[in-house]
């Protein structure tokens, strides 16, 4: 689970925020992770998720490559080779950089009718996110990719037809759901499907596959509101989350198999909590970007002890081949 933009202040101020409670006050194991890029001290997304889910440094903007633009294969895609079943659930559109670098190899970010191409090639059963644009009002070609996520096996669901609380995945086929167009609302005017979401890609992924499965969950939002340095909407998206991270818990309590990880890509913002009190707190941003600060990894579940300590950003993904058991490559 990647909370993007969301480092220890962040965290602390949806944890006093939320009554002093923060559903990651459960989790066992604690680390922190350098999230510097290949090419600067201040990552991006793109490079960030490059590293977690490929364990290569790569350069700010880059999808799933190394800096010589060597494609590297992806977590994602070795639980696949490896007969599990995949999925992604995000809030922001399902090519954003994100969960781009955890599909997608790409030069760049903004790629995002190619990112959708290499969406639908790879071998993903499930996910929920926005960028239904990108199937069917393409510039670059006139393809309707919806027709083609069909021909894959997909059942596709959208949210101007469909109702995502009514919607029931049939584990023996694929399952997507669009959430949007483009950028699904921020949570501030509405958005809530991601507890949910989550909650279904597990109950999904579980049934679909007796191998195990990989699910990344993004908070997608809570960066943009610190890049905007908003802190109402930072907190409903930081409460979105929480909520989300909930639902999962529950669902790896009740399972007892499965690992939880929660992290962030980067710290956005320099988000700083000049005191106050615990009600009403005073946070003040320092920038409009990104910073370089280290961000927490929380872990529970099996396995969970390999995240303790401090480490490169690359070296998630090492760990989750560990948790994994698969072979060296
Ligand atoms: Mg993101
Ligand atoms: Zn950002």
């Not at 944890?15 to 923060?22: D, G, I, L, P």
């Not at 579940?301 to 490559?329: C, H």
Request: glycine share 8%; charged share 20%.
């Amino acid at each position: 689970m990647i909370g993007d933009g969301t480092g220890l202040a962040q965290i602390s101020a949806g944890f006093y925020r939320n009554n002093q409670k923060f559903s990651l006050e459960s989790f066992p194991v604690i680390g922190f992770q350098k999230t510097y890029s290949a090419n600067n001290l201040i990552t991006d997304s793109a490079a960030a998720a490059t590293a977690i889910a490929s364990g290569q440094k790569t350069n700010n903007s880059v999808l799933g490559q190394d800096v010589n633009g060597k494609p590297c294969k992806t977590i994602l895609e070795e639980a696949s080779d490896n007969g599990l079943a995949t999925g992604m659930v995000v809030t922001s559109s399902i090519q954003h950089a994100t969960p781009g670098g955890f599909i997608a190899h790409r030069i760049a970010r903004n790629l995002y009718e190619e990112i959708t191409l290499d969406l639908l090639n790879s071998n993903i059963d499930f996910f929920i996110g926005g960028g239904k644009q990108y199937f069917d009002r393409r510039e670059s070609d006139d393809k309707n990719l919806l027709d083609s996520l069909k021909y894959k096996g997909f059942n596709v669901y959208n949210y101007f037809n469909d109702d995502l609380n009514k919607v029931k995945p049939d584990p023996s086929s694929k399952f997507a759901f669009f959430t949007a167009d483009n950028q699904p609302l921020p949570a501030f005017q509405g958005r809530d499907y991601l507890p949910q979401a989550a909650k279904i890609a597990a109950d999904y992924l579980k049934l679909r596959s007796n191998k195990g499965f990989f699910l990344m969950v993004e908070g997608s939002q809570i960066d943009w509101t610190c890049h905007a340095n908003q802190v109402e909407p930072m907190y409903s998206e930081l409460q979105d989350f929480n909520l989300t991270i909930e639902k999962v818990l529950q669902f790896a309590e009740k399972n007892g198999e499965t690992l939880v990880i929660v992290t962030a890509d980067h710290e956005t913002g320099g988000l700083g909590l000049n005191g106050g009190t615990a009600r009403v707190l005073n946070p003040k941003f320092t920038t409009n970007g990104h910073t370089a600060a280290m961000v927490p990894v929380f872990a529970f579940g099996p396995k969970s002890e390999l995240f303790r300590g401090i480490y490169e950003n690359t070296a998630l993904y090492y760990k989750m081949r560990t948790a994994f058991g698969f072979s060296e490559n």
